[in-house]
């Protein structure tokens, strides 16, 4: 089956979920998440946030970010420690499968993710989410 998305017209659709924290509930997050196509084990998904994101990681796969507006901070937990990194527009990152990973986005970011499923969200705040394994 053939899918074409216009980009545009799906980013245009959503809406600016300002103040996100990993508390957000599910309520809040409507119209500013969306998942726009199946691919593969996962799916094509959009969204657009300020604030910070929960930790999530996905077991089964890695996953694609493409920042498509703003900026964002990506944090990575590693066996040694977190890791951030500063993102801008144009930017695309592969986040290994497994790890821990959140966005912070004080000023706001529109991203385009390849999710594989099940992902695993945190609805709390803490620091280190490897003390739960």
Do not use: C
Not at 49 to 70: K, L, M, T
């Amino acid at each position: 089956m053939l899918t074409i998305l216009d980009m545009n017209a799906e980013f245009a659709k959503l809406k600016m979920l300002r103040g996100r924290t990993p508390e957000t509930p599910e309520a809040d997050r409507q119209g500013a998440f969306a998942r726009l196509a199946p691919y593969r084990d996962s799916a094509i998904n959009a969204a657009k946030f300020s604030g910070e994101g929960p930790w999530e990681r996905h077991v089964n796969g890695d996953e694609i970010v493409q920042v498509v507006d703003g900026a964002a901070t990506l944090h990575v937990m590693f066996d040694d420690g977190p890791q951030s990194y500063a993102l801008k527009p144009g930017m695309v990152i592969i986040v290994p499968q497994g790890k821990w990973h959140r966005f912070e986005a004080p000023d706001g970011v529109a991203l385009m993710t390849t999710t594989p499923q099940p992902t695993q969200h945190l609805t709390f705040r803490i620091d280190d989410p490897r003390t739960l394994d």
